[in-house]
């Protein structure tokens, strides 16, 4: 059974890039699907960020697009995000996630609150 | 992007109660619809996927239904564990895949 578990530090400086890692276990990433990320700010709802192939093909949500990346690195069966010039409205948690068969998503790692703060 | 809203945003039933919660799409998006479950500081849970396919594991009394714009999902017997917020999550368009605000289920 799958298991995935985000990583990160919890508390991140304004204008700085927030990174995260979240490690597969329970399935090797290069046998396919793909991977993704969603956020929730505290006490609202879920915001979907991107997801990514195990070849390295990304789709990211247009409106944060210009400050994503989302990248693979399948011999540590791991994938990461990492995400610009934060502000206090990137504050929440954040949910890694394989996604099924056709954009749903079926399997979700625990979450991690990353706090935009000074 | 598609606009996904979900009516009520809140409601309050009992143990045993039938309840339905409905999903509306901004534009139609055939079957590509999924329901989840999220309980108080947990990770959603899917439920349902392609409007109708109940995930492995999910109990039977998890229904979902619809298609075009307008979805369901239908709890048929209340149970104490089924208490949560739910979400519908469109993946008809995915640049972006969005979710419904939530509708949290109260005990009555």
């Known amino acids: 059974q799958v298991q995935l578990q985000e990583s990160g530090p919890g508390l991140v400086k304004p204008s700085e890039t927030l990174s995260l890692t979240c490690a597969v276990s329970?399935?090797?990433?290069?046998?396919?699907?793909?991977w993704g990320w969603i956020r929730q700010p505290p006490g609202k709802g879920l915001e979907w960020i991107g997801s990514?192939?195990?070849?390295?093909?990304?789709y990211y949500n247009p409106s944060l697009k210009s400050r994503v990346t989302i990248s693979v690195d399948t011999s540590k069966n791991q994938f990461s995000l990492k995400l610009s010039s934060v502000t206090a409205a990137d504050t929440a948690v954040y949910y890694c996630?394989?996604?099924?068969?056709?954009?749903?998503?079926?399997?979700w790692g625990q979450g991690t609150l990353v706090t935009v703060s000074s | 992007a598609i606009r996904m809203t979900q009516s009520p945003s809140s409601l309050s039933a009992s143990t045993g109660d039938r309840v339905t919660i409905t999903c509306r799409a901004s534009?139609?998006?055939?079957?590509?619809l999924a329901w989840y479950q999220q309980k108080p500081g947990k990770a959603p849970k899917l439920l349902i996927y392609?409007?109708?396919t109940l995930q492995s594991g999910v109990p039977s009394r998890f229904s979902g239904s619809g298609s075009g714009t307008d979805f369901t999902l239908t709890i048929s017997c209340l149970q104490s564990e089924d208490f949560a917020t739910y979400y519908c999550?469109?993946?008809?368009?995915?640049?972006?895949?969005?979710f419904g605000q939530g509708t949290r289920l109260e005990i009555k």
């Open positions: 996630a394989r996604v099924g068969s056709s954009s749903w998503y079926e399997a």
């Open positions: 329970g399935y090797s990433i290069s046998s396919g699907y793909y």
């Open positions: 990514i192939y195990h070849s390295g093909s990304t």
């Open positions: 534009q139609g998006i055939s079957s590509y």
């Open positions: 392609a409007a109708s």
């Open positions: 999550q469109q993946y008809y368009s995915y640049l972006p895949i969005t």
